[in-house]
């Protein structure tokens, strides 16, 4: 009877387990099934390095390129934000910030990382866009920059809270090395924790990119919703999600147009997922180092 039982839990278990592996597949064959039609009736050269997005044209034309570049131009301008600020957040609280200053940051970063993007995203709309309007003088503060600030800020705490996990995780045998080889507080920390913990640190910074080029709302509402190719940090544009969430509603079901945005959220999911592959890779060679997985 017990045999049964435990079998029984096992396997319970077991379907859980694999349930998360059952959605991603039903996500990539929803996907590929709503991308057919754009896949066969497309030039897939022409919809991925033509810019020109005119769904609405006669006749229409689909090419994504001015969209892929917007992702990955706010991203990077978002990671050069979020990055630095994030890691020496994680620095500080782990080497610098005293018990009191901890009991007042971390919960801070906790709270941050608990906003939803649609309240970060009314808080860039209402007040820094018209900000950056009137102090550079832009005819719109609706731009690349707002965006990527906006973002970095939000993604802060992915980076602070798995890069200060992967500092903790350092054996305290390689601070006591170091003292014992002559090192002081700070040699100790940028050329032994730092370097010891950076498989870690760059799985936090991969996730936030991750993160940020997945993000919706913020980009919609704030980024200008140019379909050009952006030319400078001030530039209105338009990623991949935010076109895909802007005309959704307004393709008709079935349409070739609907069909493209399928095809632009199959080639969204396929870079988060390389990205995801990649922070995972990291992640498990920074445990071997470490010895605290197999």
């Known amino acids: 009877m017990n045999s049964f039982k435990e079998k029984f839990i096992k396997a319970i278990f077991c379907v859980i387990g694999f349930s998360s592996l059952l959605f991603l597949l039903a996500i990539v064959v929803s996907l590929f099934k709503g991308s057919c039609l754009s ?3 497309i030039n897939q050269l022409t919809f991925l390095f033509s810019s020109d997005w005119a769904p609405y044209y006669d006749p229409a034309e689909y090419g994504i390129l001015s969209l892929i570049i917007s992702s990955v131009f706010v991203s990077l301008v978002a990671g050069l934000i979020c990055v630095p600020l994030g890691l020496g957040t994680a620095l500080y609280l782990y080497e610098l910030a ?4 901890r009991k007042i940051l971390k919960p801070v970063i906790e709270i941050l990382s608990g906003i939803p993007s649609i309240v970060f995203g009314f808080f860039g709309l ?13 005819p719109s503060g609706l731009c690349v920059l707002t965006a990527a600030i906006i973002l970095g800020v ?4 992915v980076i602070t809270s798995i890069a200060e996990d992967a ?3 350092v054996p305290k045998s390689f601070r006591e090395a170091s003292y014992a080889l002559g090192g002081n507080r700070w040699q100790t920390l940028i050329k032994v924790i730092v370097p010891a913990a950076a498989s870690g640190i760059s799985t936090s910074v991969i996730l936030a990119i991750s993160r940020i080029m997945g993000e919706t709302m913020i980009v919609l509402m704030i980024a200008g ?5 952006p030319t400078s940090l001030f530039s209105p544009a338009r990623p991949m999600t935010s076109t895909i ?3 959704m509603g307004e393709a008709a079901y079935g349409s070739l147009h609907f069909s493209a945005l399928f095809e632009i959220g199959l080639i ?6 390389i990205l995801n592959y990649i922070a995972e890779k990291i992640s498990k060679k920074y445990r071997l180092k470490l010895g605290h997985g197999r």
């Not at 209402?126 to 832009?138: D, E, G, H, K, T």
């Not at 939000?154 to 705490?157: D, F, R």
């Not at 969204?268 to 997922?273: A, G, Q, Y």
């Open 39 to 41: 896949l066969t009736d």
């Open 98 to 101: 005293g018990s009191k200053q």
């Open 126 to 138: 209402a007040v820094l866009a018209p900000f950056m309007r009137s102090a550079l003088r832009l």
């Open 154 to 157: 939000m993604t802060i705490p």
């Open 167 to 169: 500092l903790s995780f």
């Open 225 to 229: 919703g140019a379909t050009a190719i």
């Open 245 to 247: 969430a802007a005309e």
């Open 268 to 273: 969204l999911f396929f870079i988060t997922l």
